[in-house]
């Protein structure tokens, strides 16, 4: 009995095979396709048919594999790049705030006495303070600043048969700053009122006498400052004084003295910011 039923079995399976092996030819696929796994609906194999359009195993028709398109292909989506913004450099405000200090230089004086048509120089080494205060925005830097310098040049001449000594005492000036930070460095200009005072002393041949000189005018000049430290800076500056003409009078007659200053100096500064 089970011989009858194995012989049954075996003869379907012979039917089954033959039907498959006589479809496949049919349709375009090699036989020798059966053995490497090829089956319907699932391979990419095609064959091609009378309209010139190939038909992949899974029955759908396209002109190829993929039809008339490209084959699609995956790409990964792309992170948007953060652009690295630009951000203006602000220089630190390392001059902002109130400062003092000493400074020490050289002034030459001229001394125009206009009664006697004469002109009488004076020139020395001064000694000085400053004390001031500065804003700043970005590389802007604006400011005040007063000092008070002493001086002791003196110089001599013969003014309308007089013979006149004139001796350098103190100046004094009130100034605006602006400047242009660059690093370490404070390039300015500056300018303002002054003031200063001269002791004249003449001699004639029945009278002598002292007198005080003093005048007002106004000055202007530029420097550099320089950060060494972060609370000391140092300084070069050159600066004209303009004095306006200053009426006297002696037993000589009257006279009128006009002076002109120039001055370089150096300095340094203590920073209380």
């Known amino acids: 009995m089970t011989g009858i039923h194995g012989a049954a079995a075996a003869s379907r399976l012979a039917l089954w095979a033959q039907r498959l092996t006589i479809a496949l030819p049919a349709v375009g696929v090699p036989t020798a396709l059966l053995a490497q796994g090829y089956t319907t ?39 948007p790049v953060a652009r690295e913004k630009q951000v203006e450099y602000t220089p630190p405000a390392i001059w902002r705030g109130i400062y003092a200090g000493a400074n020490i230089g050289y002034r030459w004086n001229n001394n125009d006495i206009s009664g006697g048509n004469a002109a009488i120089a004076t020139a020395s080494m001064q000694l000085g303070g400053h004390l001031g205060a500065n804003v700043q925005w970005g590389q802007l830097v604006l400011g005040i600043e007063t000092d008070i310098t002493h ?31 660059a690093g370490q460095a404070l390039f300015y200009a500056t300018g303002g009122v002054a003031v200063a005072d001269q002791v004249l002393t003449y001699s004639a041949p029945s009278v002598s006498g002292t007198l005080n000189d ?21 300084r070069i500056e050159a600066l004209h004084y303009s004095y306006r003409q200053q009426a006297l009078d002696w037993s000589a007659g009257a006279q009128a003295t006009k002076q002109d200053s120039n001055v370089l100096r150096a300095g340094v500064s203590v920073h209380f910011n």
Do not use: C
Request: charged residues 20%.
């Open 41 to 79: 609906g699932s391979g990419p194999y095609s064959s091609p048919y009378t309209d010139g359009t190939t038909r992949p195993l899974d029955g759908s028709r396209r002109s190829g594999v993929y039809g008339s398109q490209p084959a699609p292909r995956y790409e990964q989506p792309r992170r």
């Open 151 to 181: 001086a002791n040049g003196t110089g001599g001449g013969t003014v309308a048969g007089a013979s006149v000594m004139m001796r350098d005492s103190w100046a004094a000036t009130v100034r605006a700053r602006a400047g242009y930070a």
């Open 214 to 234: 003093m005048k007002a005018g106004y000055v202007f000049g530029a420097g550099i400052d320089y950060r060494i430290a972060p609370q000391i800076s140092t």
